[in-house]
């Protein structure tokens, strides 16, 4: 049992890893469903649930409609019959990762509406944030502060600055890790202030150590972020380029549906 119990743990820690850092799409879901059904025979049963949401996030991305909670028979449904179950019953650990889950992809998806809700549904768990979250809550804040006045304005200069204290912090200890999305933080915090020379910079600086460092996913998202920058200026030349350098990295990630938002 405990040799069963700690080989599901490193699996499912082992895909979510992968996930935040940028691993590929296709190879992730294959690695997810193989050990799902190793999970579901050796009735690993919370560890698995863990990774079916996990499993989740990287089918939404590949813009696949199959349902990796099929597994689990009638146990689980869906996701969100997870998220309630996980609500009525206090599983805090399972309601953190949906979460995080549904807003790193919510944030890609430029949805941010639904990135601001699950930030805000998160803070209402009073559990600590971990990094991830704090990076794509920060980029979240850091455009809604573009358009929002008074308190609200107050409130997301406000995470946005706290972003940007702990990647200041944490990147001292691994530039490899933080560095890029220090840059990127600081990139969108100065765009959201109007200064565009040094926003500017900052972009040109997260691409390159995104590329450097082999955050395949998160290079294409300065991309991504950096033609919005450059359309709202004007710039619809710079826009279009950097828009395929993003399609190009979301299609080595395996981001199918992130190339087809890209294309439309």
């Keep these: 049992?405990?040799?069963?119990?700690?080989?599901?743990?490193?699996?499912?820690?082992?895909?979510?890893?992968?996930?935040?850092i940028g691993s590929s799409l296709p190879?992730?879901?294959?690695?997810?469903?193989?050990?799902?059904?190793?999970?579901?025979?050796?009735?690993?049963?919370?560890?698995?649930?863990?990774?079916?949401?996990?499993?989740?996030?990287?089918?939404?991305?590949?813009?696949?409609?199959?349902?990796?909670?099929?597994?689990?028979?009638?146990?689980?449904?869906?996701?969100?019959e997870l998220l309630q179950y996980s609500l009525s019953t206090g599983r805090s650990n399972f309601v953190e990762v949906i979460y995080f889950n549904r807003l790193f992809v919510a944030f890609f998806f430029k949805?941010?509406?639904?990135?601001?809700?699950?930030?805000?549904?998160?803070?209402?768990?009073?559990?600590?944030?971990?990094?991830?979250?704090?990076?794509?809550?920060?980029?979240?804040?850091?455009?809604?502060?573009?358009?929002?006045?008074?308190?609200?304005?107050?409130?997301?200069?406000?995470i946005g600055e706290t972003a940007l204290a702990s990647f200041r912090a944490w990147v001292k200890h691994s530039t490899w890790n933080w560095e890029n999305k220090l840059l990127l933080l600081e990139a969108e915090s100065h765009f959201s202030r109007g200064e565009m020379e040094e926003a500017e910079e900052k972009y040109n600086r997260a691409i390159e150590s995104a590329h450097r460092h082999r955050f395949i996913h998160e290079e294409g998202l300065a991309n991504d972020l950096f033609s919005t920058f450059h359309r709202t200026s004007g710039n619809l030349d710079s826009a279009k380029r950097h828009v395929a350098e993003?399609?190009?990295?979301?299609?080595?990630?395996?981001?199918?549906?992130?190339?087809?938002?890209?294309d439309m």
């Design 111 to 158: 949805r941010y509406k639904e990135a601001a809700q699950y930030s805000s549904e998160r803070f209402k768990s009073g559990q600590p944030k971990h990094m991830y979250f704090i990076f794509y809550e920060g980029l979240t804040a850091n455009y809604f502060s573009r358009f929002s006045s008074g308190d609200e304005l107050i409130k997301w200069l406000q």
């Design 1 to 20: 049992v405990g040799d069963n119990e700690y080989s599901s743990l490193g699996s499912q820690f082992y895909c979510a890893r992968n996930i935040i």
């Design 246 to 262: 993003a399609r190009s990295c979301y299609e080595k990630w395996g981001a199918v549906a992130l190339v087809e938002l890209l």
């Design 27 to 80: 190879m992730i879901d294959k690695e997810c469903s193989t050990f799902a059904m190793q999970m579901a025979r050796c009735n690993q049963i919370p560890t698995l649930r863990t990774l079916l949401t996990n499993h989740q996030s990287v089918l939404r991305l590949l813009g696949s409609n199959k349902n990796p909670f099929d597994v689990l028979g009638d146990l689980i449904n869906n996701e969100d």
